[in-house]
């Protein structure tokens, strides 16, 4: 069984995403992963999505900071998770940093990997830069 302190996660998910800032690891059907970012509204990482929006659901834990998740098109109100919260953000949502924050998610890795792969092909496109999402 893995274990891993998630400051020890290999960074880019040890290479296979050398785009992203985070540090990530394949666990089973899982991907492990710890953000630190300074503020960043990812939206315009989303576009060319299906309806501009992420398309993966999202498991984690705020260690520290304020993130936001907005689901647009529908009637849902905004969440917010604050350090020391748990939260579960389905597909469907546009997340926010709003302030600096340290993040650890659980994900589907095939659906986080299915976003890796679209904000890889807008940074190869030049659509897309590392602080965009």
């Known amino acids: 069984m893995p ?29 492990v992963g710890y953000t630190a970012t300074g503020p960043l ?3 315009k990482g989303y576009i060319g999505l ?13 260690f ?13 109100p905004d969440e917010v998770a604050v350090a020391g919260e748990a939260y579960f953000f389905p597909a469907g949502h546009v997340l ?11 994900n589907p890795a095939a659906a986080l990997q299915q976003l890796i792969d679209h904000f890889e092909a807008m940074a190869a496109s030049g ?3 590392k602080d965009d999402g």
């Not at 299906?50 to 705020?62: E, I, K, R, S």
């Not at 520290?64 to 849902?76: A, F, I, M, Q």
């Not at 926010?96 to 659980?106: A, D, G, K, W």
């Open 3 to 31: 274990v891993s302190k998630p400051s020890e996660l290999p960074v880019g998910g040890g290479g296979r995403w050398p785009l992203t800032g985070f540090r990530s690891a394949q666990w089973g059907d899982m991907e």
């Open 41 to 43: 509204d990812c939206t």
């Open 50 to 62: 299906p309806g501009g929006v992420c398309q993966c659901p999202h498991y984690g834990y705020m």
């Open 64 to 76: 520290s900071g304020r993130l936001r998740c907005v689901y647009p098109g529908t009637d849902w």
């Open 96 to 106: 926010i940093y709003e302030e600096p924050s340290e993040v650890l998610e659980l």
């Open 127 to 129: 659509g897309f830069t």
